[in-house]
């Protein structure tokens, strides 16, 4: 009996090799995602603590300059929240990168899949073939 070859096993193995590049890029897009979702919280934390701290007294300039350094802190967590943002909209495309390659894969698996049952078919057939062969051909030497 001849081994099944599945003709299309290099795409197979190459859209695998996709899925798996591409589940790759999405670890790393989450990663990011999480290392500035981090950044983000600090900053928002730093900003509260500034904030608890009392003013009471402080002159003038020390006030402008806490007044200056909340602004800039405010500004930092706008940036920040653009490139939380951004880093969001990345994981989702590179989500759907992975499902896509996902999908395509399958699909491949699932003809492979059918081709094997094919294989087993025709081979239980021809298997089924040579034995009603042998069986007729033992009865024609038993009847003559």
């Given at each position: 009996m001849a081994k099944f070859q599945f003709h299309l096993e290099p795409v197979l193995k190459q859209r695998a090799a996709k899925e798996v590049s591409a589940e790759q890029a999405l670890a790393l897009a989450r990663k990011e995602y999480n290392r500035r979702l981090t950044l983000l919280e600090?900053?928002?934390?730093?900003?509260?603590?500034?904030?608890?701290?009392?003013?009471?007294?402080?002159?003038?300039?020390?006030?402008?300059?806490h007044f200056f350094y909340r602004a800039s802190i405010n500004e930092k967590i706008k940036v920040q929240e653009k490139g939380v943002s951004a880093a969001d909209r990345v994981v989702a495309h590179?989500?759907?990168?992975?499902?896509?390659?996902?999908?395509?894969?399958?699909?491949?698996?699932?003809?492979?899949?059918?081709?094997?049952?094919?294989y087993r078919r025709e081979m239980a057939d021809r298997e089924q073939k040579e034995v009603d062969?042998?069986?007729?051909?033992?009865?024609?030497?038993?009847?003559?």
């Amino acid at each position: 009996m001849a081994k099944f070859q599945f003709h299309l096993e290099p795409v197979l193995k190459q859209r695998a090799a996709k899925e798996v590049s591409a589940e790759q890029a999405l670890a790393l897009a989450r990663k990011e995602y999480n290392r500035r979702l981090t950044l983000l919280e600090n900053t928002r934390q730093s900003l509260q603590a500034l904030e608890e701290t009392g003013r009471d007294g402080l002159d003038y300039f020390e006030i402008r300059q806490h007044f200056f350094y909340r602004a800039s802190i405010n500004e930092k967590i706008k940036v920040q929240e653009k490139g939380v943002s951004a880093a969001d909209r990345v994981v989702a495309h590179k989500r759907d990168e992975a499902v896509q390659a996902r999908r395509e894969r399958q699909v491949l698996d699932k003809l492979k899949e059918q081709c094997l049952q094919n294989y087993r078919r025709e081979m239980a057939d021809r298997e089924q073939k040579e034995v009603d062969e042998l069986s007729l051909s033992i009865y024609h030497r038993r009847v003559n």
